[in-house]
């Protein structure tokens, strides 16, 4: 029981290293083509199928290291591990980026979002626009985006994990 414990830990600890990776390039990637600010579909689905294929990835070598059973709650602990370790991962990278390498980061996407509301609603009123700036500003800063972020990889490893899990589960039969 201590070897699995230990074995699922270092699924988790390798499986989420591996994504939090492959989300920092799929990011870096993105800012070298100029798209920070309004990034492309493509990077979601990118990111979406990374995702997917990481961690029920991480389940499969969980089933086989368990001699080919699985059970949710494995699956969803291990699918959350993963995501848990890859939003740390990411998160590392993300204040990185908003304190050296795109220090204006903030600032410069108030100005877009700003820009971005007054074309899409181009009759909304002074007040109405200066209101949505405001609550635009509460949700913004590396904290309130940390969180959700971190909110975010954990959300869509429990979806995925729970999807994967009820596919891929397989208990042992007790007569």
């Known amino acids: ?7 699922s830990k270092q699924v988790m600890l390798n ?10 390039l ?3 990637a993105n800012y070298a083509f100029g798209n920070v600010y309004e990034p492309h579909w493509g ?4 990111s979406g199928i990374g995702t997917v294929a990481v961690i029920v990835l991480g389940l499969k070598a969980i089933k086989t290291n368990n001699g080919g059973f699985l059970s949710l709650g494995e699956s969803l602990k291990t699918g959350l591990g993963i995501a848990l370790i890859s939003g740390l991962v990411f998160l590392i990278y993300f204040y990185v980026f908003v304190n ?3 220090a204006d980061y903030f600032t410069n996407m108030a100005s ?3 820009a971005k509301m007054i074309e899409m609603y181009p009759n909304m ?7 949505a700036i405001e609550m635009s500003k509460k949700f913004s800063g590396f904290g309130m985006t940390s969180a959700i972020i971190l909110i975010m990889s954990l959300f869509f490893g429990f979806v995925v994990s729970l999807i994967a ?7 042992e039969e007790v007569d």
Do not use: C, R, W
């Not at 029981?1 to 074995?7: G, V």
């Not at 009123?125 to 209101?131: A, I, K, P, T, V």
């Not at 899990?165 to 208990?171: E, F, S, V």
């Open 1 to 7: 029981m201590e070897n699995q414990q230990s074995s």
């Open 15 to 24: 499986y989420g290293l591996i994504l939090g990776i492959i989300s920092v």
């Open 26 to 28: 799929i990011t870096v």
């Open 43 to 46: 990077v979601s689905v990118a």
């Open 100 to 102: 050296f390498i795109e």
């Open 112 to 114: 877009y979002q700003e």
């Open 125 to 131: 009123s002074d007040e109405d626009l200066e209101n």
């Open 165 to 171: 899990g009820l596919i891929m589960k397989k208990t």
